[in-house]
């Protein structure tokens, strides 16, 4: 049984801050990439950033220069520092982990909502 808790979401008025944080827990073998994806309202699921093992990143156009994703490898947590937050931010942000045989694990979600 693989657990991904994702944590941190919250009411933020626009131009401000939060920090998501994603801890990958149980029966879950070595890590590769680590990912946050977005869903508003109406919208489809959409890739936020990735991060591998080694610690490459990828970003969405929309959020570079202001979110940014780190892991802590010993610990299995993906972070997402967002700065500079805008209404268009507001979504569920969701966690996903891949491991070395390539299975996937989502998280349950997390409600990120930027008042403007």
């Known amino acids: 049984q693989v657990q991904v808790v994702e944590s941190g979401g919250g009411l933020v008025q626009a131009g401000g801050s939060l920090r998501l944080s994603c801890v990958a827990s149980g029966s879950i073998f070595r890590i590769n990439d680590m990912g946050w994806y977005r869903q508003a309202p109406g919208k489809q699921r959409e890739l936020v950033a990735t991060?591998?093992?080694?610690?490459?990143?990828n970003y969405a156009d929309s959020v570079k220069g202001r979110f940014t994703i780190s892991r802590d490898n010993a610990k299995n947590t993906v972070y997402l520092q967002m700065n500079s937050l805008k209404p268009e931010d507001t979504a569920v942000y969701y966690c996903n982990v891949r491991d070395s045989r390539s299975f996937l694990y989502w998280g349950q979600g997390t409600q990120v909502t930027v008042s403007s």
């Open positions: 991060i591998t093992s080694g610690g490459d990143s």
